[in-house]
């Protein structure tokens, strides 16, 4: 059983920066795709970065390539996804999210994801 526990959320004025970060516990990650999504009032759960932890190769969603970066910390079982010039179109829940069999297609999907986190709140003011 894969835990995953989010943090770092807030809120920001446009222009800013957050980070968060989603410490992973249960599993050894060395073969886990592990990603971001963030789901806004009204809104379905869309793709926001992922990361593979083994190779660190990473994908973006086209909204937030340039501005956002994925990465993660062997040693704390922790990824991290830096947020830079945040618009207010980036308020949302943000979810990380992990599992073993998750295959990049050009995007990834809410199920593709077997284990998430319970979310962390994201509030960009203009």
């Known amino acids: 059983q894969v835990q995953l526990v989010e943090s770092g959320g807030g809120l920001v004025q446009a222009g800013g920066s957050l980070r968060l970060s989603c410490t992973a516990s249960?599993?050894?990650?060395?073969?886990?795709?592990m990603g971001w999504f963030r789901q806004a009032p009204g809104k379905e759960r869309e793709f926001v970065a992922a990361?593979?932890?083994?190779?660190?190769?990473?994908y973006y969603a086209d909204s937030v390539k340039g501005r956002f970066t994925i990465s993660r910390d062997n040693a704390k079982n922790t990824v991290y996804l830096q947020m830079n010039s945040l618009k207010p179109e980036d308020t949302a829940v943000y979810y990380c999210?992990?599992?073993?069999?998750?295959?990049?297609?050009?995007?990834?999907?809410?199920?593709?994801?077997?284990?998430w986190g319970q979310g962390t709140q994201v509030t960009v003011s203009s």
């Open positions: 999210a992990a599992d073993r069999k998750a295959y990049y297609r050009g995007s990834y999907y809410s199920y593709d994801f077997g284990s």
């Open positions: 990361i593979i932890w083994s190779s660190e190769s990473t």
């Open positions: 249960g599993r050894t990650f060395s073969s886990y795709a």
